[in-house]
């Protein structure tokens, strides 16, 4: 069996890498002799990172359909869906809405696996409310023909089953949870780990709170550290700390997984540092600067860990942290019942997507 897998990888975000190492976990289980190659923004980065088979992903502009055209990139992209058996697009807010430009470059991914007349996968997708009718006309296009379609939270699943009616549609966890991790004790370290992402409505206002926040950790003489999820947040974070150790951007996956059991308590401002405290037993709170991280701790009964973004300053964010700290057994036991229980949410919809690739 020979599976096409594109999605926004290669692009330094840990979101879409921990996506696609947990596609790659699922897909090796249902069908270990799979022939998987990965469409990604940097093929050589990603054909290095996970020892697979990549080439670049269709081009969505004239210049660069034009490029990939006469450097030979868009001939061995379509060979390789031309031979494919299924084609996936996987998983996280590929279809979100917030970004029309985002939409039209996964919608052309999918545009060309359907001309070539290939069963397309969609799967742990997140999908956003919107008025937009174009936006709708879009997810319409791309969802109604798809021959599987999973996604990661009910909300989605209703938005959806209006969009594409008497489509079947499954549920399922963010592909964090399908991932091996490795267990190990968490230590009490007096540390605490702030994930940021640049909200630009509230930058100013963000980074008084976030820096507030700092110093008040610092008087009880806790270790405070900066992770970047994204590459795009590194700068931003080298702006607003001067007294913590800023970690630089990484994408090895048992590092992260490590910093996160180090930690006593996480601020998360990216769903998948969020996630990433979940499945590693750290208390967090996280900040919902999109629909996709309510719905998704929504889907988990962990809604309490919310925070809105206008809610985020430095009194409230020491009340919750020393809140916290009184409740941290309870709360590691409960993170770890839940990463649990979305290992096994992951497992009956593979028995799903296993009865169609088979």
Known sequence: ????????????????????????????????????????????????????????????????????????????????????????????????????????IWAVQAAFAYHYKKPVI??????????????????????????????????SKEILKNIVPGKQIYTMPDMI???????????????????????????????????GFVNNLLQLNKKVEFLAFAKEDQKYLEDIADKVEIHQFIEDKNKIFEIFKEADFALC?????????????TPFVAVNYNPKVK?????????????????????KLMEIFKKTEAEKNGIKKELEEVALAQLKKHLEVESHLKALID
Not at 295 to 315: A, C, F, T, W
């Open 1 to 104: 069996m020979k599976l096409v897998i594109s999605g926004n990888y290669g692009a330094h975000n840990n979101g879409d890498e921990l996506i696609l190492e947990g596609i790659l976990t699922a897909i090796r289980r249902i069908k270990p002799a799979a022939e998987i190659t990965v469409l990604s923004e940097k093929p050589h980065e990603t054909k290095n990172k996970y020892e697979i088979n990549c080439l670049k992903k269709f081009p969505a502009g004239l210049r660069s359909f034009f490029t990939r055209l006469l450097n030979g990139d868009f001939k061995k992209t379509s060979k390789a869906v031309k031979e494919c058996d299924f084609f996936m697009l996987g998983g996280g807010g590929l279809f979100d809405g917030k970004s029309l430009k985002g939409m039209i």
């Open 269 to 281: 401002m990216r769903l998948h540092s969020a996630l990433a405290a979940i499945v590693n037993g």
């Open 295 to 315: 719905n998704s701790l929504k889907s988990m009964g962990l809604e309490k860990y919310l925070i809105e973004p206008e809610d985020v300053d430095s009194e």
């Open 177 to 211: 949870f399908r991932i091996e991790n490795q267990k190990m004790q968490n230590g009490t370290h007096d540390k605490v780990l702030i994930c940021p992402k640049k909200i630009e409505w509230m930058k100013e206002e963000l980074k008084k709170a976030l820096m």
């Open 122 to 155: 969609l799967y742990a997708q997140s999908i956003s409310s919107t008025d937009s009718k174009l936006k709708k006309w879009i997810i319409k296009k791309v969802f109604k023909k798809a021959s599987f379609i999973a996604v990661r939270d009910e909300n």
